[in-house]
């Protein structure tokens, strides 16, 4: 037993407090998808050896475009050639306008 002195505190927490960053509820890299969206997301699109690797990978960098990622729906080379052609033909009919 401690003994009972002001400098000793005793916490009795099972979890994580949701505004901490390493807890289920918030948010390593600010993205504004929680920890738990981020693994959730990253476990239903990735095969289960991957999950805790690619789920690391997200929740720590905002900027990533793992395959899956809701953040960037063209992340294919054929995708990101689609939406550059779709941009292009709506500026020139509104230049023609």
Same mark, same amino acid.
């Given at each position: 037993?401690?003994?009972?002195?002001?400098?000793?505190?005793?916490?009795? #927490?099972? $979890?994580? %407090?949701?505004?901490?960053?390493?807890?289920?509820? !918030?948010?390593?890299? =600010?993205?504004g998808? *929680?920890?738990?969206?981020?693994?959730?997301?990253?476990?239903?699109?990735?095969p289960?050896a991957?999950?805790?690797?690619? #789920?690391? $990978?997200? %929740?720590?960098?905002p900027?990533?475009?793992?395959? !899956?990622?809701?953040? =960037?729906?063209?992340? *294919?080379?054929?995708?990101?050639?689609?939406?550059?052609?779709?941009?292009?033909?709506?500026?020139?009919?509104m230049?023609?306008?």
């Amino acid at each position: 037993m401690l003994p009972q002195a002001p400098l000793y505190q005793v916490f009795d #927490f099972k $979890a994580k %407090a949701g505004n901490e960053v390493f807890s289920g509820a !918030g948010d390593l890299d =600010m993205d504004g998808l *929680t920890n738990l969206e981020e693994y959730n997301l990253v476990k239903a699109s990735v095969p289960a050896a991957e999950v805790k690797a690619t #789920f690391v $990978a997200a %929740a720590m960098d905002p900027y990533n475009f793992w395959q !899956g990622n809701p953040g =960037m729906p063209a992340a *294919t080379l054929a995708g990101l050639g689609a939406l550059a052609g779709a941009v292009i033909l709506a500026a020139r009919r509104m230049l023609q306008r």
